[in-house]
Every structure is written in C-alpha cells, then in structure tokens.
C-alpha cells in the first residue's frame, strides 16, 4: 500500500471510529472510547486507557510478551466485544474476564503458552472459533460439547512432536462442527465423530491399527470434506484402509503412518474420481517403485510431499505423468539412487527438492527437460554429488551435472555435518 493510501485509511478509520493501532509509544494516555476494534502492536501496556472500551467489538494483540493484567479492565467494560485474538503470546492462563463475553465469536489462542482451559468456557455460548493451534493443550474441559454454536475448533499442540488433545464424550452433540483438528483417536471418539457430517476440515492423530476400521467408516461419511490429516501413534504403525472413501471435494490429505503394502496399490487407484485433490503428503508409508507409479491417477496434484515414505531405489516420471504438478519434495529416500524424468513428465514443476537422500550421487535424468523449473534444492545428498553441482560454471571443470540445470534460476546446496547451505545459482 502507497504511503498516502495507508494515510488516507487510518484518518478514514479514525473518523469513522473503526479503529486505532496501539503501538506503546503514546506519551499519555491511549483512549480507546467509542473504538470498535484495536490493535495491540506493542508489548508496553501501560498507557493504554482502562476504561471507554463500551463500543470495543475486536481486539488483537501482537506483543509477544504482554502482561494480561493490563486488558482486564478492557476485557470487563467490553460487553459487545466478538473477537479476541491473543496470537503469538506467551499467556499461560486466560483471565476469568474472558468467559464473561458473552457475545465473544471467535478465541484465537495459537501459538500461545495456554496449558489449560477452565470449564467456565461453557459460558460462551457463542463462540464460533476456538483456536488452540500450537498451544500445550493436552485435554479439552468437558463443557467444550456444550458449546452449540461451535463451527471451528483447532487444538493441534506444540512440543518435540505435533501431537493432539484428549477430548471429553459427547462430541457427537457439536454437530455444526465445520473444522475438527488436532484430537487423539480413541474408540470412543472415532464412533461419535461419524454424526458430524458437516466437517471441511478433519485432523486426528495418534492412530492405531485397530482405529482404522472406525475411522474408515466416519470419514466415508463426510460428504463435504476439503481437508484430511490422519497420524498414526508411531512410524511403525500401519492404517489399514481399506474401505475407507475419500469424497470427492478432498482438496487436502495428509496420511503419515505406514500402509499395508499389499493393498496400497488398490488405495491409490481408488483416488481416481479425487479431481480436486491438489496437496498430498506422505509420510512413513512404506511405497515402492511400482506403488510410486499408482498415484498417477490423482492428474490435478499439484504438491507432493514424500517425508521418509519412499523405501525404493528408482523414482521413474513417464511422459505425461503429473501435468499440474508444481511443487514435489523427497524427504528421507535412505535407498533413492535413481530418479528418471522422461520428457513430457511434470511439464508446470516450479520447485524440486531432495533431502536426506545419501544415496542419490547424480541430478535426476531428465531434469533438463523441466523446463519451468525455477528452483532445485539439494541437500544432504552424496557429498559427491554436492561438490559436483558446487563447481563454477566459468571454470574448466565445469561439468554436464551443472549444465542439466543451467536453465533454474534458484539452485541451493546442503550438507548439514559440514555445516554447509549454498545457494550456487
């Protein structure tokens, strides 16, 4: 935005009271009378007014280290106020304050130090948007079913490991759920979870083998589902899907565990009629060339994430294959030599990346015929192939590795026990 425009748009807001910045800068006091929304831009609390925040429907607040004490009053005066967002924060409770907004829609609580929600959330009776992505949540209270006009609930938790929450019975009650992320699977829960039909987006973690039959049966009935993660208790674990359906409105999927080998050829071809998948991440899977070759049916993916899911030696890209792609990394192939790209193959690939592949010594065959390539990432590769692509192209020893890739713009090296990360190009 030009710098008269952004001028021009805070007068307007001032005037029209929509609302102000607060930065900590002010040299008395901020008032915040007759405002409807504003933005905490600074972590110095201090100036900002305690009282006149009648007309307040909207507060966010960006300081990473504030002192909640300082919105109380703010929150207390605010009886219309429908959207708190404490992003990025580093609170560790919210105050009793809070569960008095009774008109409050949204909770934005991501990536904040939130450990635990009291039951007193029951009085926000309409809350549509809970957020508690990234928090150390481990559980949700009991009353968060009785919350009716949920639509969105997040509660995927930080730490070493992206992990879920425990949630209480009777979560087949919140059946206008839109959005359901970050819950452990238990028996229980994967049986009341088939009544909530209405869910876009599904994410659930630490499953195990003997879920996959119920978790199997309650996805199948999600008709309007557009984004899918499933995350299996241990690398190890295998999801037997076999009669699992996917709807065709999946735009997103992610499956991190291990599927049974002598079915996931019949898996994958049975995602044929998914047109509008574009984002597809594997993890732990357990493919081989020939299942590698299955996907080919998904002709609308556009980004192909492979974390430590490919256990062949050749990655072999036929004429024709992948047409949308745009996007494709190898992350972890311990046994990746080989990749062959004929010509015709992957023809919209904007970026390609290889990491943790130690066995892969030469650029893939082929790669020259990308030709919308636009940035090629290589790390942790054989340190052979490493130094080869780290050759000036001006020098006699250039050689045809360098002038594969002569035609990307953005080519970047790596080899993390050297300490080495090289843009060469």
């Not at 009650?173 to 992320?181: I, K, N, R, S």
């Not at 792609?325 to 990746?336: G, K, P, T």
């Not at 052979?384 to 594969?404: A, Y």
């Amino acid at each position: 935005m030009h710098e008269v425009i952004r001028l021009l748009a805070l007068n307007k807001a001032k005037e029209e009271c929509f609302g102000k910045v607060y930065n900590g800068s002010a040299t008395g006091a901020f008032s915040v009378e007759g405002v409807r929304r504003i933005s905490v831009q600074g972590e110095n609390l201090e100036q900002l007014s305690r009282s006149g925040a009648t007309h307040l429907r909207a507060l966010h607040v960006f300081g990473r280290y504030i002192d909640i004490d300082f919105l109380k009053p703010i929150l207390t005066a605010s009886n219309l106020l429908s959207t708190l967002d404490l992003k990025g924060t580093r609170i560790r409770m919210l105050p009793n304050e809070v569960f008095d907004l009774f008109n409050l829609r949204y909770l934005g609580l991501r990536h904040t130090e939130i450990e635990s929600l009291p039951e007193a959330v029951v009085r926000l009776q309409n809350l549509e948007v809970l957020d508690a992505f990234g928090t150390k949540l481990t559980y949700l209270p009991n009353n968060v079913v009785k919350l009716q006009k949920s639509r969105h609930l997040y509660a995927w938790t930080s730490g070493i490991s992206v992990g879920g929450v425990k949630v209480p019975n009777g979560m087949q009650h919140l059946v206008g759920l839109w959005a359901l992320q970050g819950v452990n699977a238990t028996p229980e829960f994967l049986r009341e979870v088939r009544v909530l039909t209405e869910l876009r987006t599904f994410g659930v973690c630490k499953v195990r083998s003997q879920h996959s039959a119920d978790l199997s049966n309650a996805i199948t009935k999600m008709s309007h589902l557009v984004h899918l993660k499933i995350l299996a208790a241990a690398e190890n674990e295998v999801l037997r899907f076999e009669g699992l359906y996917l709807p065709p409105t999946l735009s997103w999927l992610c499956l991190g565990g291990q599927l049974g080998k002598t079915f996931m050829p019949e898996l994958f071809s049975s995602w044929s009629h998914l047109n509008s998948l574009t984002r597809l991440t594997l993890a732990f899977s357990n493919i081989d060339e020939e299942t590698f070759s299955c996907l080919r049916v998904l002709c609308g993916l556009r980004f192909l994430e492979l974390i430590k899911a490919f256990e062949g030696k050749r990655l072999h890209f036929t004429a024709g294959s992948f047409p949308k792609f745009r996007y494709l990394f190898i992350w972890v192939a311990a046994q990746l030599n080989q990749v062959q790209i004929e010509e015709g193959a992957m023809q919209n690939l904007v970026e390609l990346s290889f990491t943790e592949c130690p066995e892969l010594n030469f650029l893939p065959n082929g790669i020259e015929h990308l030709a919308a390539l636009e940035k090629l990432i290589v790390k942790d590769t054989s340190e052979e192939l490493i130094e080869k692509l780290r050759q000036k192209r001006d020098s006699d020893e250039c050689t045809k590795h360098v002038m594969k890739i002569s035609h990307i713009r953005n080519v970047t090296v790596g080899l993390r026990q050297k300490g080495l990360w090289e843009r060469i190009r």
